[in-house]
């Protein structure tokens, strides 16, 4: 099994998009039963890109909560991606949970390998902006992190806060890996042009080779509920993410 962390040390910058459309486009070439995303963001957006609307399914934190096993939060998509919600606790159940994420620490990493999802699957996870209980438990189990910025002054100086964290992470956990990527690119854009090269020159072989161009195909998507390959599988987007999926799975096997 191969777990991928998506994360970020600001809000704004896509997250969520980024996880649920390179889970799509790694579906896409994985196949059927391979790829699930599961969402540890209070937020709880992340099916509802993939089509998901029930209102009255228990996530992660309530089941959780429930001494219940996650394949009971684990719901199917029509876009061959099995997506594990947040859930939509309560203030006073969603404090339990981080207190129980606290105190044990591989916690997230325990539940998706009882899943049973076999050791060829690959899971995507979802996190909240900046430094959190729930980052330290994808750090604990992922095999790749994956930290998403954006081409802009804002995104630029959260970096050095984060490398700090990922110095701090990397002590324990020495075999991780992790990489940039650069979201909503538009070279059209002079500070956009000039900041995506300064993050080239200053980040190197850890700025993923791929990045995703700005693209109004991701937001359309979401308005209708489906990921970009689905909507528009011949847009910029779409390609952008697809060849992301492909340096994913080389740099998995490598």
Known sequence: MSIIGIVSMKGGVGKTSVTVNLASALATKLGRGRVSVVDLDPQNALH??????????????????????WREAA??????????????????ERKAF?????????????????????NDAVVLIDTPPGASVYLKQVFACADIILVVVLADAGSYATIPAMEVWLDDMLASYPQLRNFYVLNQIDRSESLNRDVADKLLR????????????????????????????????HGQASHDHSRLATWLIDTLNR
């Open 48 to 69: 509802l890109h993939l089509g998901i609307d029930n209102p009255q399914m228990l996530g992660v934190c309530e089941q959780s909560l429930l001494g219940g096993d």
């Open 75 to 92: 719901f199917s998509s029509d876009f061959n991606v099995v997506c594990m919600p947040y859930g939509t606790p309560s203030e006073r």
């Open 98 to 118: 981080e207190v129980l994420l606290a105190k044990t620490p591989e916690w997230v990493g325990n539940q998706i390998e009882q899943t049973g999802l076999g």
């Open 202 to 233: 200053d980040l190197g072989s850890r700025l993923a080779p791929v990045g995703i161009h700005s693209d109004e195909a991701v937001c359309e998507a979401l308005a209708f509920m489906r990921p970009v390959l689905a909507y528009d599988p």
